[in-house]
Each structure stands twice: as C-alpha cells, then as structure tokens.
C-alpha cells in the first residue's frame, strides 16, 4: 500500500510541474499610437534596426529576453542614464517614462507581421 501511495504522489508531482516554465500566453505583437510610431522613428529605428550597432534588434524576441528579465525598472534606468553603447534617453529627449517603455515594448514584441495573431493595442 505504500508503495502505491507513493506512487500517486510521485505521479501527481509530476504532472503538476509538466506545465512549469510554460505560458499559455505568447508574446503578441504590440502596435504604437501615431505620436509614438513618430517618436520611434526619430530615436529608436536608427540602432534597433541596423545590426552594426550591437543594438538589440527591434522584434528580436531572443535578444530582448534577457533584457526583459531585468525588469522594467532596470530597463528604464537603462535608457534614462545609457548603457554600453545606448546614449541616455535614447537621443528621445521629448519622451517620457511611458514613452519609454512602450517603446521597449514594441522593439521586443514580435513583429505583427510574422504573427499569425492580431497585435495587441499600446500599452500606456
């Protein structure tokens, strides 16, 4: 009887950690209002799409990863202050915390047109 028992538990442990480390939720792309498309164009598009910058490309979604996983504290500071070769504020003076933010994940989001789902609407 006990070896049963621990069996069931054994297999319960199993099955409720098969799901661990997967999201049902898939990065979906994000779209921006006019005034922030404008804004990206102006300050983001020159590194995030050009890969001689070292930049992290925008709608790479593996080369965000990582910078995601800091958090959205450590990426604002990130762009507030510079870091390696990203000037502060992002050569973006007009931009906000929000802006900045919003931008960050648009660049990170896959594109809307690799996807086969509609984006999702800015966040503010």
């Not at 604002?76 to 906000?96: A, K, T, Y």
Request: glycine share 10%; with cysteine; proline share 8%.
């Amino acid at each position: 009887m006990k070896n049963w028992m621990g069996i069931c538990a054994a297999g319960f442990v199993l099955a409720a950690l098969g799901g661990c480390g997967e999201s049902g939720d898939a990065a979906k792309p994000v779209t921006l209002s006019p005034a922030r498309t404008e804004l990206y164009a102006a300050s983001c598009k020159t590194c995030h799409e050009d890969p001689a910058t070292g930049a992290p490309q925008t709608h790479d979604t593996l080369a965000w990863t990582p910078r995601l996983a800091k958090g959205e504290d450590v990426l604002l500071d990130n762009i507030v202050n510079g870091f390696n070769g990203m000037p502060p504020l992002g050569q973006c003076i007009e931009c906000d915390a929000e802006d900045f933010l919003a931008l960050t994940r648009f660049m990170a989001a896959p594109s809307a047109a690799n996807a086969n789902e509609e984006p999702e609407g800015e966040t503010p």
